[in-house]
């Protein structure tokens, strides 16, 4: 069993391409991940790059998969400690580094940003790694 650590732009990617995961593969995140996914679709459809009904079966779909969400006391300290450290403005990126070093083997980070931010303090791994058995 592997453990990934899934950020917003991953879970819109997984959902739009309506990817299947193998068994042996389990999401986490922290829990504003479907609120920002969510944000995301609504960015689409406010800039009429995605149709509002669409945006909506997604979300569906995004609500239907398979998501450890977290938002514990450990999971917050850890993420304020982490930005702390590295001098990050926001603890949203954060939130996802600390759930994968707390929970996690990887980190599948859509947003280059968290990638970056990721590497060397996480395991970082590619969409299609998430894909893979």
Do not use: C
Request: net charge negative; proline share 4%.
């Amino acid at each position: 069993m592997t453990r990934f650590v899934i950020d917003p732009p991953t879970l819109v990617r997984l959902v739009a391409q309506s990817v299947t995961l193998p068994a042996s593969h389990h999401l986490v995140a922290p829990n504003i991940l479907r609120t920002r996914a969510l944000a995301i679709l609504l960015t689409q459809v406010r800039d009429g790059t995605l149709d509002q009904r669409d945006a909506l079966a997604l979300h569906e779909r995004m609500t239907a998969l398979k998501v450890r969400l977290l938002g514990d006391r450990v999971s917050r300290r850890t993420a304020w400690d982490l930005a702390i450290a590295h001098g990050w403005d926001d603890l949203a990126d954060a939130e996802y580094v600390a759930v994968t070093q707390l929970q996690a083997d990887e980190l599948v980070a859509g947003d280059a940003q968290l990638a970056e931010r990721a590497t060397g303090l996480v395991a970082v791994a590619t969409f299609d790694e998430l894909t893979l058995p």
